[in-house]
């Protein structure tokens, strides 16, 4: 925020300066905007620290298969995407990672490159674990968009073909590139996480 939109958003405070001198009141003007500035540098940087501990323990709770925890990082109003699942709301997101976690039985993980935001934040994880018979490495970035303490908004981004190469083996090294395969993948892992869901609330 530059200085000229501080003291035009102070204007007002002229209004009870008019016994001051010109150059008083510039002065005047001058130190409240570097305490504006100052406060506001200050609140950043706190939300930076914040949204960079909620990340490293949402990633934390991952690799300890810990889905409930994870879970609890969310806001009710989240909004999932990656690849394969598009526009999750809160139950079906958390519904997501636990099937991910409960399926996973060899599922490790890792993550780095924590880059907070005032905002949110990004970070890169690495999945490794077995789907059907195949061995899948996937390698993800992550980006976040935190209020108040809770991800609203969680965007995961992958190479579905490389994934898919890996995944589903000679059928995904052949037509993974394809929006045939993607398409149809997408419609099945949706079915399957709607029938899950629909078992849970029995």
């Not at 490159?113 to 890169?124: D, F, K, L, S």
């Not at 993974?176 to 149809?184: E, V």
Request: charged share 20%.
């Amino acid at each position: 925020m530059s200085k000229f939109i501080i003291l035009f958003l102070l204007s007002p405070v002229l209004a009870s300066t008019q016994n001051l001198s010109v150059s008083n009141t510039s002065a005047y003007l001058i130190e409240k905007s570097e305490t504006v500035l100052s406060s506001t540098s200050q609140n950043s940087s706190a939300c930076m620290i914040e949204n960079e501990t909620i990340i490293k323990q949402f990633y934390t709770a991952f690799q300890q298969k810990d889905y409930n925890k994870m879970n609890s990082f969310y806001d009710e109003a989240v909004v999932f995407n990656d690849p394969v699942f598009e526009n999750l709301d809160y139950l079906e997101t958390t519904s997501m990672w636990e099937i991910l976690i409960k399926n996973g039985k060899d599922l490790q993980l890792t993550f780095d490159n924590v880059q907070a935001t005032p905002n949110g934040g990004t970070a890169e994880w690495q999945a490794r674990y077995t789907f059907g018979k195949n061995k899948v490495v996937n390698n993800v970035k992550a980006n976040f968009v935190i209020e108040n303490g809770k991800i609203i908004k969680h965007t995961d981004s992958f190479s579905f073909q490389k994934w898919s190469g890996q995944a589903l083996g000679f059928m995904g090294k052949l037509l993974g590139w394809t929006n045939f395969l993607k398409s149809s993948v997408q419609k099945k892992a949706r079915k399957n996480l709607e029938r899950y869901i629909e078992k849970s609330m029995e």
